[in-house]
């Protein structure tokens, strides 16, 4: 037999062995066609309703654009990713966004898996193939490709056939499709066969299961319905009058007719009366539309066909009952619930069957149709005006970027300051509040009051733990393949040398600098009776923040090393291979060293108490994570602490060089005198000293520790 160019070689078919498996299993017997499908497929040509509902689905599900990417490591080659081949739509769309700024996600313009999509065959178009594919899945529940391979054994065709065509389905011992076309039977391999099929839950290992024959009922009933209005249009089987009297003869009643219709029969003879000799009975049979119900039977019919394939009927024009607030909805819900399964549907098909006869590295995905709801964007914006750049607040408006990057920046609350970095803006905001009684920096330091440092570092320790961990998530970009070979090479320091510590850096250097800097110039420039403000550019000042930046991202590096360097360690002792190590190794990155033995402790426990392995690394990782933002949180607040207390000293220093401060000033260390004061901070209660000395144990301020809660007012003697 031939479809089109494509030659299918015909056997004689045998029947199929029963036992075994097929015999436990019976779908997988050979499932034939228990429903009649060419039936349900002609329904698409007769039944209006289902036509307009299956046929914009098909169309809009056949227009849409597909992609396709091949993930690179850092090596150049190409890699599998698990999550961009079998996620849902969102996880893809984060990961592929992840991996395009990262430039491990290449975007492929031209390909043959792309030109047999676009092509499909020659008889059809890729958008036609697609469309009556969609057709044949949501009226039949299933559609088949058949693939044409060129000479070295590569797809370059697909020809879709109708389920009416397939007979029978494979089976373990015949794997390949019985085809039956116009007189014709024979077997295609189940090799060169894609089968789309939604799965019947009755047989999920049988033929599919469609929409048409879940409507059947319905769907017959609205073209019984069609079929006697038109009956009735052409010919009700009744006449309006019945005309009769008693002891008319034959050829009395023929005069009469003839009479009746020569006087009442045209538009001028209308309403003219009629006169007998004899008693004559009219009989009037009337016949109302309205009183058979047919156009609410025809609505209801309507109604369920358009739920049941979730199709809102705004898209269908059906405003009836509609208002503004749904039909601006109506392309949302559409795309959302309608289109993305069945393109997620098609995508999973597609990516498990047609991929890998290519490269099974490759990604195939599709744009999504989901139509972004712009009331719900405005309302968000509107929530958050700081988070959009002016640029992007122009495009929300429809007006072009402004020249040059101008509209690159972030509008800030209090009185919109522009700032260069979002994720700071609570930050900033602190810093941007205008002098006044009302609106001055908390932190009136170098007073007796109770405002502290620590109202600083409390406001602004949240914003600033959220660009550590975006700054350590870097860190989790990992090429794992070079680390599993530098693992397998016994180099722990080159490995190391792997994971991305330069960009993690560079961002944690700027969160820090930016940050510290905006506390400091609160601290210096807050208003404080009788203590002139020290300028934010102070030489001093800004010394200070570069070499405590420096030193505090060393830091952090050095014990996030020393924790990758951990890990990797325990997964050798474990017996885990490198390519284990560097899969399981993710969880760990971002933590210090002692965190990583926790976690481990942790999972350890949890196996040992007959956990499932799968269950204790999730919630090992969940633990992790806790870890991982408790530690962005203490770094954030440990060095927004020193910030402050330091531009505090520093601006005490320069009021006493100036004259403004008595030389005689003295700084007193205040704790909590709660039962949370620790051994280290106790002794110092109380203690004063000159402002330009030091404190027992060496502090020239707080904190004298992680999480140490001091702080300092000034004391003239």
Partial sequence: MRIGPLEITLRQSSPPDTGGVTALIPGLAGETL?????????????????????????????????????????NGRARRDRILARGDLWQRSDRRARLMESGELEELDSHPLLDLLDGANEAMTGLMARRVTQLHIDIAGESFWVMERNRLGVPMAVWPI????????????????????????????????????????????????????????????????????????????????IVSADGLKREDVERLEQGWVARHVGFWKAF??????????VKEISQSLQSMQFTEVRHLNRDTVMQVFGVPPEILGVIESSNRATIESADYLYARYVLVPRLEFLRAVLQERLVPEFDDRLILDFVSPVVEDQERILNAAKAAPWARSVDEWRALQGLPPLDNEVGNVFLVPANLRAVADPRLAQ????????????????????????????????????????????????????????????????????????????????????????????????????????????????????AWLREH??????????????????????????????????????????????QVRQVIRYREQLIAAGTPRTTADRLAERFAEELRRGRALRIAEHELLRATHMAQQLRWEEAIRTGALSPNARKRWN????????????????????VMETFAGGFIAPPAHVACRCHLTLVEE
């Avoid at 060419?38 to 599900?61: F, G, H, K, T």
């Avoid at 090393?561 to 890990?567: D, L, Q, V, W, Y």
């Avoid at 704790?671 to 000293?689: F, I, K, Q, W, Y």
Wanted: charged share 25%; net charge negative; with cysteine.
């Fill in 272 to 281: 003219k009366p009629f006169f007998a000799n004899k008693r004559l009975e």
């Fill in 671 to 690: 704790t909590s005198l709660d039962e949370r004061v620790c051994p280290v901070c106790m002794p110092l209660h109380g203690a004063t000293v000159p």
């Fill in 34 to 74: 228990a429903r009649t499908p060419p039936a349900i497929l002609a329904a698409y040509r007769e039944m209006p309703w289902l036509r307009a509902v299956a046929d914009r689905i098909a169309a809009s599900v056949a227009s849409t654009h597909w992609t396709l990417y091949a993930v690179r490591g850092r």
């Fill in 427 to 542: 930050v900033a905001t602190t810093a941007a509040q205008p002098d006044g009684a009302e609106s001055e920096p908390r932190a009136l330091l170098g007073t007796r009051t109770k405002q502290t440092a620590l109202d600083v570092a409390d406001s602004q320790s949240e914003a600033l733990a959220d660009a550590v961990i975006m700054a350590l998530d870097r860190l989790r970009e990992i090429d794992r393949e070079a680390l599993a070979e530098l693992i397998a090479s016994g180099d722990i320091e080159a490995a190391l040398d792997a994971v991305p510590t330069g960009t993690a850096n560079e961002e944690m250097t700027a969160a820090l600098a930016y940050a510290l800097g905006l506390a400091i110039m609160t601290i210096a420039t807050s208003r404080v009776p009788g203590l002139p403000p020290l300028p934010h550019d102070a030489p001093a000042l800004q």
């Fill in 549 to 594: 930046v420096a030193e505090a991202v060393q830091a952090i590096d050095e014990a996030s090393r020393a924790a990758i360097r951990e890990a990797i360690r325990d997964g050798l002792a474990r017996g885990l291979t490198p390519a284990e190590i560097a899969r399981e190794i993710r969880p760990y990155i971002g933590l210090t060293e002692q």
């Fill in 162 to 241: 109708p389920p009416s065509w397939v007979i029978r389905t494979p089976t373990p011992d015949r794997p390949a499709f019985e085809v039956s076309f116009r007189g014709w039977q024979g077997e295609i391999p189940a090799s060169e066969v894609v089968w789309f099929a939604l799965a019947d839950p009755a047989n999920p290992y049988g033929r599919g299961a469609g929409f048409a024959e879940t409507l059947a009922d319905e769907l017959d009933a609205d073209e019984y319905a069609a079929k006697y209005l038109k009956s009735w249009f052409l010919n009700s089987a009744r006449p309006d009058l």
